[in-house]
């Protein structure tokens, strides 16, 4: 008899906790974290550094895999995997969300910010912070900006000037500003998922590229590439999104605690982004040594004032569908000193 009872009590418990959540027998909430980028770039660093955090803070909680290089999903991909609930975390550049919301095609618009610190100070503002959430009800929530530097052109011949690569193409995210970047220009841009991008630069199905100095060296680009000019055109950043659905399911602490440990991870990412960059732009200049790799030619003034000129009408292109506040919003924190 007291074991029919003791029974029955294990199985009331057992029932109550599956109905309430609080089981002691609960599996850890999986967490995948997906990524297209090599593990030594700052994202690939930052990410690891996430899964540390997360797990210390929630001990049996949680429980953080991280699939980089496309293990997982490609750039092509992941968007549809988190709106899927395949992955619960991406963190994509700025680019991809603009089917979402056209004012995030502002952090595209050619030369808006002069360096990584325009951005990131940008990107901490209020106007910044308000594109974090402006895709909730679209089933993504933004939870950090993450850095990785400025973008700079790459081509498989010499130039220096708008007009030597007219009638190049060039691989470019899914954006349409930076489709109509190279028009202006007079290049082709041809939409490429990340990971194809070293084949058609080796096998010449595209001529040029534009992206990160740390992107370029950690998948080798600058071995396919005759120069790469450093225009700081553009930033490469990333915004680390979450699935709504998911993340507003969680319970209270483990949501705490993924936003804490995102936090610190996306201190990290800042602080490393610029010394990975730097590193990775001496290891190019280096390795231009092999007179079959790629050089970096530094513009002049007059030079890159030709290429601001040549990009300016992009800004009226979109100035409607991102608005002419939010433009000058972004723009106000390259005229700080």
């Not at 619960?88 to 550049?93: C, R, T, V, Y």
């Not at 992009?314 to 390259?334: M, N, P, Q």
Request: glycine share 6%; no cysteine; charged share 25%.
């Amino acid at each position: 008899m007291l074991k029919k009872v003791t029974n029955l009590l294990t199985a009331v418990a057992i029932l109550a906790a599956s109905t309430f959540g609080f089981s002691a027998y609960a599996a850890p909430v999986v967490v995948k974290f997906s990524h297209v980028v090599a593990e030594n770039t700052p994202k690939g660093q930052a990410a690891l550094k996430f899964k540390e955090i997360a797990e210390k803070k929630l001990p049996g909680k949680v429980e953080v895999q991280v699939f980089p290089n496309s293990q997982l999903f490609g750039d092509g991909k992941e968007m549809e995997a988190l709106l899927l609930n395949d992955v619960q975390i991406i963190a994509p550049s700025l680019s991809k969300f603009d089917r979402y919301t056209k004012k995030i095609q502002v952090f595209d618009l050619p030369f808006i910010f002069k360096d990584g610190n325009a951005a990131l100070a940008f990107e901490n503002s209020k106007e910044g912070k308000a594109l974090l959430t402006s895709m909730k009800g679209k089933g993504l929530i933004g939870l950090d900006y993450w850095s990785n530097g400025m973008r700079h052109f790459s081509a498989n011949k010499d130039f220096r000037l708008p007009k030597d690569i007219k009638g190049l193409k060039f691989r470019i995210q899914a954006s349409d500003v930076y489709e109509e970047i190279m028009k202006s220009v007079g290049a082709s841009g041809q939409k490429m998922a990340f990971a194809e991008v070293y084949q058609a630069l080796e096998s010449g199905v595209v001529d040029g590229q534009e992206n990160s100095f740390s992107n370029t060296y950690s998948q080798k680009y600058h071995e396919v590439q005759k120069t790469i000019l450093e225009t700081n055109h553009g930033v490469l950043d990333y915004m680390v999104v979450v699935n709504e659905k998911w993340w507003d399911g969680l319970p209270a602490d483990i949501r705490k605690g993924l936003s804490e440990a995102m936090h610190e991870a996306t201190i990290l990412n800042n602080q490393i982004a610029k010394q990975k960059n730097d590193d990775a732009r001496a290891a190019i200049v280096t390795s231009g040594a092999n007179p079959k790799h790629a050089k970096i030619v530094k513009l002049t003034d007059a030079e890159l004032a030709e290429w601001k000129k040549a990009m300016e009408p992009v800004y009226k292109r979109f100035e409607a569908d991102i608005g002419a506040d939010l433009i000058k919003a972004a723009a106000s924190h390259s005229n700080k000193k």
